[in-house]
Nanobody
């Protein structure tokens, strides 16, 4: 599967953005999807993940209650709605996919496919 993330940009603290990730290739509904982020000088951080049918999600503690991950299997899309953004959310955001995974995972090593990333900058 090939992944293309988009929707990043500059936003003020307290604002919102919606990231999108378009998938092509193998049947999209067979993949567990996730979002990760990496801020300058920091390690890659788990943001959220969603199961194949879209009815189960899990979030990192730093974004829980502010971010929502969703997917549209008919459109081969996964989304990350980000609300109440904080300067600490500034990072490159990556979508990731796993065909092999049996259950949701926060570990980036469990995801076989990665998009190119989209930059989110939150100003204070």
């Amino acid at each position: 599967v090939q992944l293309q993330a988009s929707g990043g940009g500059l936003v003020q603290a307290g604002g919102s953005l919606r990231l999108s990730c378009a998938a092509s290739g193998r049947t999209f509904s067979t993949y567990v999807m996730a979002w990760f982020r990496q801020a300058p000088g920091k390690e890659r951080e788990f943001v959220g993940t969603i199961n194949r049918s879209g009815d189960s999600t899990y979030y990192g503690n730093s974004v829980k209650g502010r971010f929502t991950i969703s997917r549209d299997n008919a459109k081969n899309m996964v989304y990350l709605q980000m609300n109440n953004l904080e300067p600490e959310d500034t990072a490159v955001y990556y979508c990731a996919a796993s065909f092999k995974m049996f259950r949701l995972s926060t570990d980036s090593y469990n995801y076989e496919y990665w998009g190119q990333g989209t930059l989110v900058t939150v100003s204070s």
